[in-house]
């Protein structure tokens, strides 16, 4: 879980990497005036008949909540549901991780593949938790808005089922931005964790946190560059008041 302590625009997720990868980046922009008055151009809302609504939220503070299994036992759930704006991934849930990871969810953001899994409990992302904005990103093909995105026409559904249901989109020129930013940077990150957690807090039959690392990072193609990632947010903590609350990590 990381706190960004100062005035800024909430910052999102874009691009099929981590989140915290993006969010250092997006609070530079949300800060600027121009920024506050238009709102986040690059999230548009999925709603009949109302596609031309930017996301509009501002935050003096934000709390990003990690869905590694770091988080067991951190104790930090209070914590957590004290800050203004707290931050989920995809479908890492609350319930029954209370003490750890809190109770409330101001933004969810999912990626694509993780839709089916928030479909398949539906009635808790989208009735119970009715006081989330959540924001979709995935490549153009699935979703593209003339009723061949198959990741789009889910979630029109869904805005259609749960009427006061919030969900954005990312544009697909965000998309393309981030993209741009994320070829830029470079780094990697030779320092290793020997703890045994699983990846997620709420998985504890599959790979473990550093077994996954090393198979992502390794793979030829589709992997996921976790540690490149980790060793970009590094730099960006050097250039912004972050705190790392859990596991503590001093640069």
């Not at 890492?92 to 953001?109: F, L």
């Not at 979709?136 to 089922?161: S, V, Y």
């Not at 997620?200 to 198979?215: D, I, Q, S």
Request: with cysteine.
């Amino acid at each position: 879980m990381k706190y960004q302590e100062k005035r800024c625009w909430l910052c999102l997720l874009s691009l099929s990497l981590l989140l915290l990868f993006w969010l250092g980046h997006f609070i530079r922009d949300f800060l600027s005036p121009a920024g506050q008055s238009n709102g986040l151009r690059g999230y548009m809302r999925i709603a009949p008949g109302r596609m031309d609504q930017v996301l509009h939220m501002h935050c003096s503070q934000c709390a990003l909540v990690s869905s590694s299994g770091q988080m067991l036992g951190a104790g930090l759930g209070e914590e957590i549901d004290k800050v203004g704006c707290v931050i989920r991934m995809n479908n890492a849930p609350t319930q029954g991780y209370e003490k750890d990871v809190g109770n409330r969810t101001s933004i969810r953001v999912v990626s694509h593949t993780s839709v089916p899994l928030l479909v398949k409990n539906e009635s808790y992302y989208f009735n119970q938790s009715a006081g989330t904005t959540y924001v979709f990103w995935g490549p153009e093909r699935n979703m593209r808005q003339d009723g061949h995105g198959h990741t789009f026409n889910t979630l029109l559904k869904i805005a259609k089922k749960y009427a006061n249901v919030r969900i954005y989109t990312v544009t697909r020129e965000k998309i393309q931005y981030c993209d741009g930013v994320f070829q830029n940077e470079t780094g990697k990150n030779s320092r290793a964790n020997h703890s045994v957690v699983p990846y997620h807090y709420y998985e504890r039959n599959r790979l473990n946190e550093c077994r996954m690392y090393h198979v992502h990072e390794h793979t030829q193609r589709g992997g996921h560059r976790f540690i490149t990632e980790k060793a970009i947010y590094a730099k960006w903590a050097t250039r912004h008041k972050m705190m790392f609350k859990h596991p503590s990590w001093s640069l």
